[in-house]
Each structure stands twice: as structure tokens, then as C-alpha cells.
């Protein structure tokens, strides 16, 4: 009974302390790189549970995070964009291709690929994210062995990928069988767990815009990743930061790459339809 008391009352503390928490709305700023302005604040489609606009996590951060996304020099992923592209054009595996010799230019063949993820996969038939697809083209393709989710190699490949997308708004597809998917991703958005008893909703709807401590909570926008978080010092995939959500509700994280964690990514870029993506980009 105790610890069930002792439970119930760490949840409650937590959901006071955001309730109570200051509230400061995202800033009106422009982001902009290279002269390329990214849409940052989009109207919300027809039926998006979050309400008229659309809002980008970069409107959440401090002027000085701001500036480290808006100058590729100064913006810290930046490294593994460049890694990446050395990956790209590096011969791996019993085949001895590198990616470029079946795709070309990243440039033009890579362009709006990270936009649409995750898409749904026949030969795995589920939906699958950069990290799936990139895995079984060097499985298949190249005769190589797959890269861990977050590893440097992984997520050099991935940045570099996505960068080609940076400017293009999200487009997802939910029709056909990922329809059951992005309906299992919504249904455990909203799930509440752990000894918080939070689900996703929680912070990026309930209590949008308020402190949870220090930090600013935004609408919970997946069109940056993978990003460079100061915390973690690192770029890191979007499972990564799923993964530590989870377990800031005190409860049991679902695997990288699990089914569950699939699902909401495919839910939750639903949701962020129409904002640019900004993949690297950088928060704190």
C-alpha cells in the first residue's frame, strides 16, 4: 500500500510541477540557412490533434542554440555530415560498391527520401525508417554486415541522407497497411506509463509550452532527426530520444528498432506533416 501511495504521489508531483511550471510560447524568429528559409511554422492539416499551426522545436530553444543550426559551419552535426559522405562514396562489403555506384549523387537521388520516412517495406513488411532501409542495402546490396542504430557510421549515413531533404516539407504515408501502424502509433502516443504515469500527449499537448524542469516543452516534432543534442554531446537517432522519453516516465523504454518505437515514429511525423525538414538540427 505504501509504495503504491509513494507511486501515485511521484506522479502527481511531476504533473504539479509542470502545471505550475512557468509558461513561455515559442519565439517568433526565422529560421534561416544559407539563405534558404525552412517553415518552421506551418498550418496544421485537417483533423491534426495538435491544433491550427504547427510549431518546430527549433522556436523552443535559446538564441544560442538558434544559432548553431542556422550556420552549417557552426552547427556541431556537421561532422557527421561529412563522415557520411565519405561512407557514402567508400566501397563496403563482398561486392565492393559503395552506395554511390548504385545511387549516384546523394544530391539528386537521396532528395526527398528522408521527407517521406518511415515508408512501408514488402521485404519486411512493416513500415521501416533510414536505419532499416540502410541496413538492408548493405545486407542486400553490398553483401555487408549492418550497422549498429547508433552508431557513427549510422548516423554519418543518416544525416548525410536526410541533409538532402533539409527545406522539404514532411509527407507521410499512412494509407493502406501502415494505416494499422499509425493507428497502434497513436494509440500508444496517448498510452500512459511508468511511475509518472505520462504518455507522449502529456508533455507535447497537455503541457506544451511550460518547464519541466529546465526544459521548454515544444510540440514533440520529429522533422530535425537525427540531431545534435547538447546533452548528449552527439548526434542521435530519433529511437535514441523515444527511448530516453520512456524512461523519464519511469517505466520499461521499448527496444531501438521495436515494433512499438516504429509506430510512433510513423505517428508522430504524421502529425508534423507540412513542417520542413531541418534534419540535422540541433537542440539542447
Not at 173 to 201: H, M, N, V
Not at 207 to 212: C, I, S
Not at 238 to 260: K, W
Request: overall charge negative; some cysteine.
Amino acid at each position: 500500500m505504501k509504495t503504491t501511495i509513494k507511486i501515485l504521489g511521484a506522479g502527481c508531483a511531476a504533473l504539479a510541477l509542470v502545471a505550475g511550471g512557468a509558461f513561455a510560447g515559442p519565439d517568433d524568429d526565422v529560421l534561416s540557412i544559407d539563405g534558404e528559409v525552412i517553415a518552421t511554422k506551418v498550418k496544421a492539416k485537417e483533423g491534426n490533434p495538435i491544433g491550427d499551426t504547427l510549431i518546430s522545436g527549433w522556436h523552443y530553444r535559446n538564441d544560442e542554440t538558434q544559432a548553431l543550426q542556422m550556420d552549417d559551419f557552426d552547427n556541431p552535426a556537421f561532422v557527421y555530415v561529412q563522415l557520411g559522405e565519405e561512407l557514402w562514396n567508400t566501397a563496403e562489403g563482398e561486392s565492393g560498391q559503395s552506395c554511390a555506384d548504385c545511387h549516384g549523387d546523394a544530391t539528386e537521388s537521396m532528395k526527398g527520401l528522408r521527407a517521406r520516412m518511415p515508408t512501408w517495406s514488402e521485404v519486411g513488411q512493416k513500415p521501416w525508417g533510414l536505419e532499416q532501409w540502410i541496413n538492408w542495402s548493405r545486407i542486400e546490396h553490398q553483401k555487408a554486415s549492418e550497422l549498429k542504430w547508433d552508431s557513427q557510421e549510422m548516423l554519418a549515413l543518416n544525416a548525410y541522407i536526410s541533409v538532402q531533404s533539409r527545406g522539404m516539407p514532411v509527407e507521410v504515408d499512412i494509407s493502406g497497411p501502415l494505416e494499422a501502424w499509425w493507428k497502434k502509433g497513436e494509440e500508444l502516443y496517448y498510452t500512459r506509463t511508468g511511475q509518472l504515469d505520462f504518455a507522449c500527449a502529456s508533455c507535447h499537448e497537455d503541457y506544451n509550452g511550460m518547464y519541466l524542469r529546465s526544459d521548454h516543452l515544444s510540440q514533440g516534432h520529429t522533422n530535425g532527426f537525427p540531431l545534435y543534442r547538447l546533452k548528449w554531446q552527439g548526434l542521435g537517432s530519433l529511437h535514441r530520444r523515444l527511448t530516453g522519453c520512456v524512461q523519464d516516465t519511469r517505466a520499461e523504454p521499448y527496444p531501438v528498432a521495436s515494433d512499438e518505437l516504429t509506430a510512433i515514429e510513423l505517428y508522430v511525423a504524421w502529425r508534423g506533416q507540412g513542417l520542413s525538414v531541418e534534419a540535422p538540427a540541433v537542440r539542447q
